[in-house]
């Protein structure tokens, strides 16, 4: 008896590789799973080799069009399925696409050597850069040749063949490796916390904090307990008003632990292993250490530079710490607190101080900073300085309940999408971050590619009633709004110079300067709210806010400044085999000498802007760098008596927010401001002046 063999089942399209019928071409998000990945990067990455395979071998000779912006344009597949990609893995993970992500991130970098590292199309670009000046370019065809040109070759394209070899092959591993160390910390973050049981272990706490912590609690499964995550937006408030010390300790050394446990997820060896890799990736393009190769494409563009600002802020803000620390010993013998004040007992002191000193603490501010009013606030601004309009549309996809999607507009006309992800969840790393699913560019028949913009928060969710921000809260809401308009409002022509797609030093300046109006009186008065009676914040306590402003900044300024010349100086080191991180970590800050009580920001096995990737690595710095520049930029609107004067609004939005990498940076703040940025501002603003 024959049997007639039944034809497999087809599978099912990839959405992936389908077109993306949701209105502003948004993701179809609800049919992607983790496994669709793998192929459709296959079939993506192909596609890109076969476009960049073409412009190498094209019989006509290398120009602008040809070859540069033929490049600019290729990957456009490659580019939609990695965006989205990489978005879900930080913002909506899980253990399926954690496991795609380690199998897909070598592979990745490979794809990146194989363009980069392809002799024969940097022998195209080289000879496009050659004869720029003679092809009759305009200023941004001009400066898309040079970043692309420069681009290539601190990628290796003009090394040797084996030389190009190694490289690619350290690209990968440091691929997996940096993938490695963001998953540790990752696991470290939703697996820790500190468990209360009940009233005696939250002594101290207020009830907004008391609220999120049982929020926390039932995300795990434990719905009568309280949990303190070992995320920011919960260990610091806890760490500044528990009365329990014993659990202040615990909490502190559990978060600065993250990363640092011996085991499966121990970054030490991870971060050990990236920085012996750096260095050789250094030595191999010819540069002493990794430090003097990242910072050659800022613009500080030396080691020396950078740790020339850093120290001028190091030395008055660690006598300004030293000077606040015998303040808090004064508070802390006043009840009989035993022994010397340690960096969990720092914030809880300083917030007795506070109190003390301006009649003034954050638990007064936190009702009038809802989260949608401050949201509100950001988007407010905006429309004032920028002209855009915010109209929220719940009819549109996103990737989880939590996102909010908000169409943007100006004078009537789309400018791109807005998603709002804003509350900490396992399923998320931790930080704040913006980032796009698309980005702003124009075709060449000039019509426009409109960017869909992320940003990321990390706010601990109330259990009941709306989510209360601290004032550091609202500046990081600002901040990273700040990013996402300089994703949003790009105006340029080609995609490799979009929005934030500018130097390092650079791009926290929008950020950075955004968070000024977070703290502007009128904006205050207008959107600060008490969110149960719909109260307009007291005028004393704005009164009590500017007053406090710059408590503490001597503690606040050492723990970014250490960690920032940690960075540099672990990244000038040139050990082949890398650096044992606790131990240099502990040397390094003795000889810098922090402040007993004072603590890093980030500790080295958790720092996920060196190890995660190299984006920040040997460029921490560039906080500091960006603040010298937003407040000397924000003192233009003080100039002119008006923190929304429309003529420096739109200087700001031309040269700032609008230019993307088009302009070379100094050129771009001097057309803002009229000169170069001067450091007094800044000294000013983090009060340490006669410090």
Request: proline content about 6%.
């Amino acid at each position: 008896m024959a049997f007639e063999s039944t034809p497999p089942s087809p599978l099912p399209p990839n959405p992936l590789l389908q077109d993306w019928n949701a209105p502003f071409g948004l993701p179809p998000f609800a049919s992607v799973r983790p496994e669709h990945f793998a192929p459709a990067f296959e079939v993506a990455t192909r596609a890109q080799r076969d476009e960049v395979a073409a412009i190498a071998a094209a019989a006509a000779p290398p120009d602008f069009a040809n070859t540069v912006a033929a490049f600019d344009r290729s990957g456009a597949l490659f580019n939609r399925v990695s965006h989205l990609f990489f978005n879900l893995t930080a913002s909506q993970t899980s253990p399926a696409l954690q496991a795609v992500q380690r199998e897909l991130a070598p592979r990745l970098a490979a794809h990146s050597n194989a363009l980069y590292l392809d002799a024969a199309l940097f022998a195209r670009i080289d000879a496009v850069h050659a004869q720029r000046a003679a092809l009759g370019l305009d200023a941004e065809e001009l400066r898309l040749v040079e970043r692309v040109h420069l681009d290539f070759v601190l990628a290796g394209a003009a090394l040797t063949a084996p030389a190009r070899a190694r490289l690619g092959a350290i690209n990968e591993e440091l691929a997996a490796l940096t993938t490695q160390f963001a998953q540790n910390v990752l696991h470290d973050e939703a697996e820790g916390g500190l468990w209360l049981a009940g009233e005696p272990d939250l002594a101290g706490l207020p009830a907004d904090l008391r609220d999120a912590a049982r929020g926390a609690a039932a995300e795990r499964g434990r719905p009568q307990d309280w949990l303190i995550t070992l995320n920011r937006s919960l260990v610091v408030p806890f760490l500044t008003f528990s009365a329990r010390r014993e659990l202040r300790e615990q909490a502190y050394r559990a978060w600065k632990a993250r990363g640092a446990s011996a085991g499966a997820h121990d970054n030490r060896p991870v971060a050990r292993r990236i920085l012996a890799l750096r260095q050789e990736q250094a030595q191999l393009l010819n540069y002493r250490s990794f430090a003097d190769y990242a910072l050659v494409d800022r613009m500080a563009g030396t080691p020396a530079a950078v740790r020339e600002l850093l120290l001028r802020v190091w030395q008055p803000a660690r006598r300004r710490a030293e000077q606040e620390r015998a303040d808090l010993e004064r508070v802390a013998a006043a009840q009989a607190h035993p022994g010397p004040i340690e960096p969990w007992d720092w914030r809880y002191f300083a917030e007795q101080l506070r109190q003390q000193r301006y009649e003034f603490d954050d638990a007064q501010m936190k009702p009038y900073f809802a989260l949608d009013r401050m949201l509100a606030a950001a988007f407010d601004c905006a429309r004032r300085l920028f002209g855009l309009e915010f109209i929220e549309r719940p009819d549109l996809p996103a990737y989880h309940p939590d996102v909010r999607v908000f169409e943007v507009r100006r004078d009537g006309v789309p400018v791109g999408l807005f998603l709002s992800d804003n509350f900490a969840r396992p399923s998320k790393r931790s930080g704040a971050w913006m980032s796009a699913l698309r980005k702003q560019s124009r075709r060449p028949d000039g019509s426009r590619v409109l960017p869909i913009i992320l940003n990321n928060n990390n706010f601990a969710r109330a259990a009941a009633g709306p989510t209360l921000l601290s004032l550091d809260d609202v500046r990081t809401l600002f901040h990273e709004f700040g990013h996402g308009l300089h994703g949003l409002l790009s105006d340029v022509r080609f995609e490799t110079l979009s929005g934030t797609s500018v130097l390092r030093d650079f791009v926290e300046l929008p950020s950075q300067l955004y968070e000024h109006w977070a703290e502007e009186r009128g904006v205050l008065e207008t959107h600060a709210r008490h969110h149960a009676t719909g109260e307009p914040i007291p005028a004393a306590l704005i009164d009590k806010l500017e007053r406090a402003r710059l408590f503490n900044q001597g503690y606040e300024t050492v723990g970014y400044v250490a960690c920032a010349l940690l960075d540099l100086a672990l990244h000038e080191q040139t050990a082949a085999d890398g650096v044992d991180v606790e131990a240099f970590e502990q040397a390094e800050l003795a000889r810098l000498g922090l402040p007993a009580g004072c603590a890093l920001f980030h500790r080295l096995p958790h720092f996920q802007h060196l190890f995660s990737s190299d984006a920040y690595a040997a460029g921490y710095y560039v906080y500091l760098w960006a603040e010298v520049l937003d407040a000397d930029g924000f003192d233009a609107f003080r100039e002119a008596g008006d923190a929304f004067d429309p003529a420096t609004a739109a200087r700001l939005h031309r040269f700032i927010y609008a230019s993307g990498n088009s302009l070379e940076p100094r050129a771009a703040y001097r057309a803002f401001r009229g000169r170069d940025a001067r450091v007094e501002p800044l000294l000013l603003q983090r009060g340490l002046v006669g410090a």
